[in-house]
């Protein structure tokens, strides 16, 4: 048996498509082109995440109030497994292997259309946690979402963003 490990990441010397890599999910190891997008659906912000305003590094951040019209080009990058299974933002766990996403001022949840300006894939993603709290970055991919528009190996890609409808609600989750 391989270890998943050896799966996920080809070797920097192979050129393999995202469609060949396998991921665990489920309990099992399927292609990454078999996890499916995040699919929008309404959902009420969460409490835990979506504070007026906070501070990372001495730098201020206000959460806006809705993603309605969203629309943004800029650097994205990815995060895996030192931060899988950690707490994220929402409250929920982050897993690496969901399509999910950081972004700094979007409330939480949001679901966001990206497409990665230099190959034209697109995916859907679901906001789920803050960051990335590095310059010039505009959203943080999970792993998986990162292998589907093919970021992981350079690990920053030109994309653009657009909030999908529909945005979170505005009253907050208990």
């Given amino acids: 048996m391989v270890p998943v490990s050896d799966m996920a990441i080809p070797r920097e010397e192979e050129v393999v498509p995202a469609s060949d890599i396998a991921i665990p999910s489920g309990g099992k190891i399927v292609p990454v082109s078999d996890i499916p997008d995040a699919v929008p659906r309404p959902e009420i912000k969460?409490?835990?995440?979506?504070?007026?305003?906070?501070?990372?590094?001495?730098t201020e951040y206000r959460v806006l109030d809705t993603s309605e019209g969203y629309q943004e080009v800029g650097i994205a990058s990815w995060y895996g497994d030192p931060f899988h299974g950690r707490r994220a933002?929402?409250?929920e766990q982050y897993d690496m292997y969901k399509m999910t996403a950081a972004h700094k001022t979007l409330p939480l949840p949001t679901y966001?259309?990206?497409?990665?300006?230099s190959n034209g894939r697109t995916i859907v993603v679901r906001v789920n946690d803050r960051g990335p709290f590095v310059d010039g970055r505009i959203v943080d991919l999970s792993y998986t979402a990162?292998?589907?528009l093919g970021i992981v190996e350079k690990g920053t890609a030109l994309v653009e963003l657009v909030a999908l409808d529909p945005p979170a609600q505005n009253r907050k989750q208990n």
């Fill in 89 to 91: 933002s929402s409250g």
């Fill in 112 to 117: 966001l259309r990206v497409t990665n300006r």
């Fill in 146 to 148: 990162a292998l589907k």
């Fill in 46 to 58: 969460t409490q835990y995440g979506n504070p007026e305003s906070y501070s990372v590094y001495g």
